[in-house]
């Protein structure tokens, strides 16, 4: 700021020297020979015309009147001082050069945008301190706000513009809109950064996430083969090996999601905080793969012992259907499909607590109204299922993003309470 305050005092001040120095220092002027030059001009002109008047026969006693002329012009020539010079008194120039100055930063102070300058210049500034505390390096460990991300977005943006050249400037970018699930400018970054350092791993698995995230055809092709790299390079690689098996699971892909999760956990070990995390995930997708394999069994089966089962199926669908909830969801008529996203259809206890028990994700392609049918098949944790709630409500909401997590603007409804094997309705026509 100081630079630009400097800049602006002397573009000022070249104002002023425009205005000063003429009126300061005047204009001399020399009135004798002003005058002799208008009289001698004037003779001149007259000169031509008597010549002109004579050829056409006008004047006869042409010389006569040229003598007249010449003394006229003899007689006028001034008498006295010949240069003289105006001067301005500096009192008198006051006035204008306030003028001067209130105009230039009057109009910069309405039109200029200071404010925003000096918090630009604040922004950048502060990059450090804002990158370590994103980073967790700072002694307070004071998270940062949603001006510090901006702030830290428009300081890392300005850095980037003098030095494009910077592959972890962009990396550090896309982390930034990925936490502030701007998908684009995520994804911009980081293909940035792998143009730039197509060997750095963290590179690699940044626009792998970004990719995957972005949910363009062909983009998670690959961001698998970028995570598939990183592990050829680093088999103990731990993030990439939960992206893969994210990936894998959204993919119905059970048995590859089991066995990188297992991996993972033989990776971190025991004692890490997130083995139950682990646990929980390697159990979900160990019940849709039994689900499955279930599945196919009994339509592999269904000729040869269909006849056996003849009557105690009807028993175990009744048994089966105590075990469930069914829900039929549908859209009020305002509601505004987005673009891309998900529908997640979750169970809750009767109390209404956010966590789910139970919950599918179905994509936005999907007709309304739909019905679906929960069970302990998709209950969350192995040590809670959904039967084990005598009432429960069914949440329904229109996820924009991808993320679990809610965001302003989705549109949701919720059930009345219900009991376990019954059913209800849902109707989505609220907004967060």
Request: overall charge negative.
């Amino acid at each position: 700021m100081t630079l630009f305050w400097i800049i602006t005092a002397v573009l000022v001040l070249i104002a002023m020297a425009f205005f000063a120095i003429p009126m300061l220092y005047g204009k001399e002027y020399d009135d004798v020979a002003s005058r002799d030059e208008l009289n001698k001009a004037f003779f001149k002109d007259r000169i031509h015309e008597l010549e002109n008047e004579s050829e056409e026969g006008l004047v006869e006693n042409r010389q006569e009147l040229v003598s007249e002329l010449q003394q006229s012009l003899l007689d006028d020539l001034p008498q006295g001082e010949a240069k003289k010079s105006v001067h301005v008194s500096p009192a008198m120039l006051l006035p204008g050069i306030i003028l001067i100055v209130g105009i230039c930063y009057g109009m910069y102070a309405s039109v200029g945008g200071i404010k925003k300058v000096e918090d630009w210049h604040d922004a950048v500034n502060r990059l450090p301190e804002l990158s370590k505390r994103l980073l967790g390096d700072n002694a307070a460990n004071e998270p940062l706000s949603d001006q510090d991300m901006a702030d830290l977005t428009l300081a890392l943006r300005t850095k980037l513009h003098d030095d494009g050249d910077d592959p972890m400037g962009w990396l550090l970018l896309g982390r930034i809109a990925m936490s502030n699930r701007d998908g684009e400018t995520a994804e911009m970054a980081m293909k940035r950064a792998y143009d730039l350092n197509p060997m750095d791993s963290d590179i690699q698995l940044g626009y792998a996430q970004s990719l995957m995230l972005s949910g363009k055809p062909g983009a998670s092709d690959t961001a698998r083969q970028l995570l598939r790299t990183v592990i050829k390079h680093d088999h103990t690689n731990t993030q990439a090996l939960s992206l893969l098996a994210f990936d894998a699971f959204e993919q119905n892909q059970f048995k590859q999601a089991i066995a990188y999760w297992t991996m993972m956990k033989k990776l971190i070990g025991p004692n890490d905080s997130r083995v139950p995390m682990l646990d929980r995930s390697i159990e979900r997708a160990q019940s849709r793969l039994d689900a499955d394999n279930k599945a196919m069994a009994i339509v592999n089966g269904a000729e040869a012992a269909g006849a056996v089962k003849a009557d105690a199926a009807p028993k175990a669908d009744a048994e089966q259907a105590k075990q469930q909830v069914t829900a039929t969801i549908s859209l009020a008529p305002d509601v505004v499909m987005p673009k891309q996203g998900d529908i997640i259809i979750s169970v809750h206890s009767a109390d209404g607590a956010p966590m789910p028990i139970a919950a599918v994700k179905l994509p936005l392609t999907t007709k309304f109204p739909l019905t679906i049918t929960l069970t302990d098949k998709d209950s969350m944790m192995p040590q809670r299922k959904l039967s084990s709630l005598s009432e429960m409500l069914i949440r329904a909401r229109i996820d924009s993003d991808g993320n679990v997590m809610t965001k302003q603007g989705d549109w949701y409804g919720e059930s009345q309470k219900v009991m376990l094997g019954g059913d209800t309705k849902v109707l989505i026509n609220k907004q967060y």
